[in-house]
């Protein structure tokens, strides 16, 4: 964020102390501009930041009652398995004890009873179990997910896979597949389909239009002023989509409805879902898009980049504004966009979605989500540029190529 300050008067600020007065424009959003900023209300926020971690809108019907996910996990994974599948632990959530156990050795992560254990403590990200003492033995009765599962990750502080929560982070090593694939209850052909997606995909229509091409699992954050939600743009809401993932997805209870698409989902007769939504989203516009780590990119060519981005590139002309993204003003047909056609010659995913259409993505924090466009068939920046520069014929130099990464990983 940039803000100008053309007032005569700004050298007298400085020397009475830029940061008292400057801090109150900036947090109005550059004063005349204040009116554009969306803002977020914190209490709302506070409230589904609850939600997005723990609540699971009552999906244990289905994780619990369909899939028997329960037993799947009690009989199946212990910790290593668990973490080898991308699951995160809460490290915030373990008592001084367990550390020291886990330290030492004598909790042992190939014992499923520690994964029992940690699922009472609350502390493996998204998933909410219920544990009960049944015969003398821990045993999970109840399993449900929420949103974390796919949409936040751990800062790996303790051990790989155990750390700090990142909240909005997509989880890019969590297999939902794999994870899906354990229960007892699929047909073996449905469980090859969920095999196949790998990590850090999940295909969040597969259930409601038996199509097949999973989708990179993107963040839920850097929302805020952006009026398109998903890579199809079908929600002008957060809260669309939340809705469609809550009750399609994760089996929440609730309903959901969507003409443009055919489907229409109820589950339950006890709505889990509506009355939470509104600070469901309020938590996600407060999440701001991670600044790149320090030299993490070479600041010269970066600025460089930026003059090819706008230029040569012609980038700007769909990746506009501050969020670099057209999507409050239009949606763009796939033969406009780079990634079509679909890698295995799966469906095109616009033509399975509302809209038909693709988003701009929104460009901040790029350096966090490898891989890129909506069907991950760019694993890294570099191959973004080249896909680009090949498909839309830029000529593009070398240097000019190298430039533009270096300005993406800034942004
Ligand atoms: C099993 C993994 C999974 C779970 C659980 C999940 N999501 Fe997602 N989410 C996805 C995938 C995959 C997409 C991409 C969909 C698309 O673009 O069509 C997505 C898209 C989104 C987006 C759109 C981001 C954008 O750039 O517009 C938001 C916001 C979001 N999810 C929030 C949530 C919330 C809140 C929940 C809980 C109600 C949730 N998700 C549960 C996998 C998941
Ligand atoms: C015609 C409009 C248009 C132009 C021009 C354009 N983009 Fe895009 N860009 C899009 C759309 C639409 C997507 C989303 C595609 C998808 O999800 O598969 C996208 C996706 C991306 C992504 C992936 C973002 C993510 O989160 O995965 C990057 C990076 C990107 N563009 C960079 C660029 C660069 C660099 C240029 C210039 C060389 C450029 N774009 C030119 C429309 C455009």
């Not at 599948?85 to 014992?111: C, N, R």
């Not at 780079?338 to 033509?351: D, F, I, K, L, R």
Request: contains cysteine.
């Amino acid at each position: 964020m940039s803000c100008s300050n053309q007032d005569p008067r700004s050298d007298i600020r400085r020397l009475l102390g830029y940061v008292s007065l400057a801090l109150p424009m900036m947090l109005l959003g550059c004063g005349s501009d204040a009116a554009k900023t969306p803002t977020v209300d914190p209490a709302l926020a506070a409230q589904g930041k609850d939600i997005f971690r723990f609540d699971t809108f009552g999906d244990e019907t289905f994780w619990t009652d369909t899939l028997m996910m329960n037993q799947a996990i009690q009989a199946h994974v212990d910790p290593m398995t668990a973490l080898s599948v991308g699951l995160k632990v809460d490290a915030d959530a373990l008592p001084a004890e367990v550390v020291a156990g886990v330290q030492d050795g004598s909790i042992s992560l190939t014992s499923t009873a520690t994964t029992v254990a940690l699922l009472k403590l609350n502390a493996v990200v998204g998933v909410a179990a219920t544990v009960e003492n049944v015969g003398g033995t821990d045993t999970i009765t109840r399993v449900g997910i929420t949103c974390a599962l796919c949409h936040s990750t751990v800062d790996n502080s303790f051990t790989d896979g155990i750390g700090k929560r990142l909240d909005g982070w997509a989880n890019d090593t969590l297999n939902p597949g794999a994870i899906i694939a354990l229960s007892p209850a699929l047909p073996e052909d449905v469980k090859a389909v969920y095999s196949s997606w790998g990590k850090g995909k999940y295909d969040p229509r597969f259930n409601q239009d038996m199509k097949n091409a999973p989708q990179v699992i993107p963040p839920a954050y850097g929302l805020l002023g952006i009026n398109r939600i998903t890579s199809t743009g079908d929600g002008d809401k957060i809260s669309y989509w939340n809705r469609y993932v809550a009750v399609t997805q994760m089996g929440g209870h609730g309903s959901f409805m969507e003409p443009r698409t055919g489907v229409s989902v109820t589950n339950g007769t006890d709505d889990q879902v509506s009355s939470k939504l509104p600070a469901l989203q309020e938590y996600q516009l407060s999440i701001d898009a991670p600044a790149p780590p320090a030299d993490s990119f070479n600041a010269a060519a970066a600025e460089r980049g930026k003059a090819v981005f706008n230029g040569a590139g012609k980038c700007a002309t769909c990746h506009s504004g501050d969020k670099f993204t057209d999507a409050n003003e239009k949606l763009h047909d796939p033969s406009e966009v780079v990634s079509e056609p679909e890698p295995n010659g799966a469906p095109s995913y616009a033509s399975r979605s509302a809209t038909k259409q693709y988003r701009t993505a929104p460009l901040r924090g790029l350096w966090q989500h490898a891989p890129y466009f909506h069907n991950g068939s760019a694993p890294t920046l570099d191959a973004v540029v080249e896909t680009y520069d090949t498909r839309k014929s830029l000529g593009l130099t070398a240097d000019q190529k190298m430039d533009l990464v270096e300005y993406l990983k800034s942004l």
